[in-house]
């Protein structure tokens, strides 16, 4: 597991904290700059023009957001009516066709002139719910205040569709206030139609470089640090080391607790009140943080639909107090798929450990079959282990990647078979299970499933080694390989004389970094789901100490790799249903589920007895698939256990900003009706971070005078908020023929609630 050097623990890490300008060896391109709001240039337009200048193309006031409070999309097949937003946009083929329909029936009360005259104007206005900008053009952003009828025109544009076409008033909105006073006062109408921030009314915003430029690319701000968010997937974990699933279809997630407990979690967010896996009193942990023992590994057979067999990893103590790392075999009950058999447990292999250090404790199975398992070297510092150390002695199997095949037995009686073309299977001075050396502690390996498309990647197996004090790496794991550790780390010698006497022929790690840019690396996974496209290919990973969030692209000409900082969005980029912008500073590992979406895993206090640990979803806010193309129907499981529904703990970002101290009051205004322009949440303030005090901890202690260290168990608890989704508006037609199309009226008469609160208030006075 990670080495921490702990200097504090703090419960939330957030988007607001001020992150340090780092000096990288490797700088990723950047990938494209969509818009962001920065939520504090409402009343300082000058203050915005110079930011914008600073950042030339980074952030700007606002990002792309469709009606449904979701990320645009590109649609499957390009749209026929709407066509200028075929690309990239907010509808689908069937809203299309919706929006076709009802321009038609508009086109129906007009006469020849009035279709040369208005149609284009008319198509235009319907058309701008389809605009990757809908949310703002519509005032959608904020939950609290109603939805425009009409979206936000440009001042000159409206005034010429009011001068041709001021009749068709009453054709495009339902609302009587607009129908009655505007159909004859142009200034007025258009006054009403004006948007806060003319950077988005239209036609302007198709005309904005900067917002244009980048649509749809990965959201950026000014550090070029590429925006995410997240979604609170389950909270009160210890530990939690691990995610994975069985690739069965049942689409649950088996959640890994450090102590030794794995739960069992639906689809539907709920959680199984009996746990999956019960061997606490097997596994060796304790509650002084940092401590790296424990349940540490998981994977399920690659038929284990048919066999219903999966593969634990974890550290334990024999009877001679002699402490060991077990890999073992088990299933599950016949009578219930969400139990595991605990008298079925057959034991594949165990492995003495020197020191309680370095424990690693990966296990995942190849596109191969096999199963590898991941060691470290053995503990204490600089593997001072025989000659060369651990790591390089092939003899040895700590400090390796080893490779081995569960369905059969040797015939020297082991309870598994070695791949017959493992690379030193003829070297009699190497064990035959060893499939690359050289590593120091990899912690959290993971198995790329390949371009969704072109399947180019699949296999690649990535890595994240732990450095001793100098650097931290990201390795791909290659047969035969030698890692060179302990004559390197990272791209540097670590033994000297072992890194200039020998041909070691090592393998350089894809990426290194300095103790600068964090201390204990989170190995993660490549990114291969179907939600957030733009990630596609990224390598996304960690640091444990400091909270870091990173990711690696490929340069497919150079087959080098580059690097990105993740920043989890502002509370403006992240304004979406179910989004939170924190999350617990320390990251303990990544994860995806069955459909290749992509997770980590996070405490505020890393023992393994404390129940602050919680897990993430990371979700990409500038771009999402298109609606209905990443559902998909889990085959159903029975349970004989309770569920215990998800009761989120974070406030997410819309709770933040409709907290009365983070938002700005709405401008009175003489003419208060239901589509007078308003202060939208792209223009609420940023939350202001608070750090919740920090406790300062001290590193586990030697095994001679160790004291007893209780682990915290405080429960923050949370509001779960149901968030309502909005429609795009349809504004009833006047009465022509009975297949033409009605809905209720959008937009609520403010002025009639104004007078009846006004004669409630003179009642109680009087």
Same mark, same amino acid.
């Given at each position: 597991m990670n080495e921490p050097h702990y200097e504090e623990v703090q419960d939330f890490y957030t988007s607001d904290l001020k992150k340090p300008k780092l000096k990288e060896l490797n700088a990723w391109p950047q990938t494209g700059k969509s818009s962001s709001s920065s939520g504090v240039?409402?009343?300082?337009?000058?203050?915005?023009?110079?930011?914008?200048?600073?950042?030339l193309t980074g952030t700007l006031l606002g990002h792309p957001q469709c009606l449904d409070y979701g990320p645009p999309f590109q649609p499957p097949l390009p749209l026929e009516f709407c066509s200028t937003y075929e690309n990239f946009g907010c509808c689908d083929q069937e809203r299309d066709n919706s929006i076709a329909a009802k321009y038609w029936d508009i086109m129906d009360y007009m006469d020849p002139q009035g279709h040369k005259l208005c149609g284009t104007y008319i198509k235009d206005i319907l058309c701008q719910e389809c605009s990757p900008y809908a949310a703002h053009l519509y005032d959608a952003e904020n939950p609290r205040t109603p939805l425009r009828s009409l979206p936000g025109l440009c001042f000159d544009y409206c005034s010429e569709?009011?001068?041709?076409?001021y009749s068709a008033i009453r054709l495009l909105t339902g609302d009587k206030h607009i129908q009655e006073c505007c159909e004859t006062n142009r200034t007025h109408f258009c006054h009403l139609l004006q948007l806060q921030d003319e950077d988005y009314c239209f036609p302007q915003v198709l005309q904005n470089s900067a917002l244009s430029r980048r649509l749809g690319s990965a959201l950026e701000e000014c550090g070029a640090c590429v925006q995410l968010c997240l979604a609170e997937v389950a909270n009160g974990l210890r530990n939690?080391?691990?995610?994975?699933?069985?690739?069965?279809?049942?689409?649950?997630?088996?959640?890994?607790?450090?102590? =030794?407990?794995?739960?069992?979690?639906?689809?539907? =967010?709920?959680? *199984?009140?009996?746990?999956?896996?019960?061997?606490?009193?097997?596994?060796?942990?304790?509650?002084?943080? =940092? !401590?790296?023992? =424990?349940f540490l590994g998981m994977a399920f057979h690659p038929k284990h639909k048919d066999n219903g067999k999966f593969y634990i990893y974890y550290s334990y103590m024999d009877k001679n107090r002699v402490e060991k790392i077990r890999i073992s075999e088990l299933k599950v009950l016949a009578s219930d798929a969400n139990k595991a058999d605990p008298h079925s447990e057959r034991y594949l292999l165990e492995l003495e450990e020197p020191a309680a250090n370095r424990n690693s404790g990966q296990l995942l199975f190849g596109v191969d079959g096999y199963l590898y398992v991941f060691t470290g070297d053995g503990g204490k510092a600089g593997d001072p282990f025989g000659k060369f150390g651990n790591a390089q002695n092939k003899s040895t199997l700590l400090g390796k990647v080893l490779r081995i095949d569960v369905d059969g037995r040797r015939p020297d009686g082991k309870p598994y078979r070695i791949p017959p073309d493992n690379p030193f299977v003829a070297d009699p001075k190497a064990r035959p299970e060893v499939y690359a050396y050289g590593v120091r502690n990899m912690w959290r390996c993971a198995v790329d499933r390949g371009d969704p498309v072109t399947k180019k990647g699949r296999g690649r197996i990535f890595c994240g080694d732990v450095g001793q004090n100098r650097f931290e790496e990201i390795d791909l794991v290659f047969k035969g390989g030698n890692y060179g550790w302990r004559a390197k780390e990272g791209f540097e010698c670590? !033994?000297?004389?072992?890194?200039?006497?020998?041909?070691?022929?090592?393998? *350089?790690?894809i990426f290194a970094y300095g103790r600068s840019v964090g201390k204990s690396v989170t190995g993660g996974f490549v990114y291969r789901g179907c939600e957030s496209p733009n990630l596609n290919g990224l390598y996304i990973f960690g640091d444990f100490m400091n909270g870091r969030l990173m990711a690696l692209q490929e340069d497919e000409k150079t087959n080098k790799w580059k690097k990105q900082d993740i920043c989890i969005g502002s509370t403006t980029a992240c304004a979406f249903p179910g989004m939170i912008s924190s999350y617990s500073k320390f990251i303990i590992s990544f994860a995806e589920d069955e459909a290749g979406e992509l997770y980590f895993m996070s405490t505020s206090y890393p023992s393994a007895y404390a129940p602050h640990g919680s897990l993430y979803k990371l979700i990409d806010p500038a771009r999402r698939a298109p609606p209905g193309k990443c559902k998909y129907k889990p085959v159903p499981v029975k349970t004989k256990s309770k569920r215990i529904p998800f009761v989120p703990r974070a406030k997410t970002v819309l709770e933040l900003l409709n907290e009365p101290s983070t938002t700005k009051p709405p401008k009175k205004s003489s003419t208060l009706t239901a589509a007078t322009p308003r202060v939208s949440s792209k223009k609420a303030k940023k939350t202001q971070s608070t750090k919740i005090k920090a406790s300062t901890v001290k590193t586990a202690p030697s095994d001679k005078g160790r004291q007893r260290v209780k682990a915290e168990a405080k429960y923050h608890k949370g509001k779960k908020v149901a968030h309502n989704s909005r429609t795009a508006p349809e504004p009833p037609l006047p009465k022509k023929s009975s297949h033409l199309a009605r809905t209720k009226e959008v937009l609520p008469k403010k002025a009639a609630l104004v007078k009846g609160k006004r004669e409630k208030r003179r009642k109680k006075q009087l």
């Open positions: 240039c409402f009343s300082c337009p000058h203050v915005c023009i110079c930011l914008s200048l600073l950042c569709f009011h001068l041709n076409c939690p080391v691990l995610m994975a699933h069985a690739a069965d279809q049942t689409h649950r997630a088996f959640v890994a607790e450090q102590l =030794g407990l794995v739960w069992v979690y639906l689809p539907d =967010g709920s959680r *199984l009140e009996e746990p999956f896996l019960v061997i606490q009193r097997m596994v060796l942990a304790t509650p002084w943080l =940092g !401590d790296e023992r =424990g670590y !033994d000297t004389k072992l890194c200039h006497n020998s041909s070691l022929d090592d393998i *350089l790690p």
